[in-house]
């Protein structure tokens, strides 16, 4: 298993959802940057605040391609 680097190690704790609305923010900088990949989630990153906001569901799950490799 690859070390994490610094920047998908946030990833791996656990998160209500105010942390990860507040995770996904840094996420998609991330992405803009190119340093995160996004793979696949239950909506785009695009609907994702809009979905959070209105408490649709308590979970969410995006997958990110971290640049060291992990995912
Ligand atoms: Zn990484």
Known sequence: ???????????????NTNDYFEKLVLWKNYVSQGI?????????????????YNENKYV?????ECKCGKK
């Open 1 to 15: 298993m690859k070390k994490e680097c610094e920047f998908c190690k946030i990833s791996n704790r656990k998160l």
């Open 36 to 52: 995160f990949k996004f793979i696949k989630g239950d909506t785009s990153l695009k609907n994702l605040e809009e979905e959070i």
């Open 60 to 64: 969410y799950y995006h997958y990110f």
